[in-house]
């Protein structure tokens, strides 16, 4: 007899597929594959862009911080020789 647990698991694997086929894909662009992984998943368009551009400017903001950081601590070290 089959549960409705059962089905689930198998949209679920489908899903599973259907993201395996769209990344792996060398035909498509970064942005085809955000845009049919977004199609896929039910997601609003735009979603994995928007991640990957604020998770880009976040890196940028750590990176720029920590040489802040670094040439403060060389200022400080010179100061003091």
């Known amino acids: 007899m089959k549960k409705a647990d059962d089905f689930y698991k198998g949209e679920r694997e489908d ?3 259907q993201l ?3 990344e792996h894909n060398s035909e498509l662009t970064q942005e085809e ?7 896929a998943l039910d997601l609003k ?3 994995h862009e ?3 551009f604020a998770q ?3 890196e940028n903001a750590v990176l720029k911080e ?6 403060l601590l ?3 070290s010179n100061k003091f020789k």
């Open 66 to 71: 920590d040489k802040l950081r670094k040439e």
């Open 56 to 58: 880009k400017e976040k």
């Open 20 to 22: 395996f086929i769209i």
């Open 50 to 52: 928007a991640d990957f």
């Open 33 to 39: 594959k955000w845009l049919a992984k977004e199609s």
């Open 15 to 17: 899903i599973r597929k």
């Open 74 to 76: 060389e200022n400080l």
């Open 45 to 47: 368009l735009g979603t």
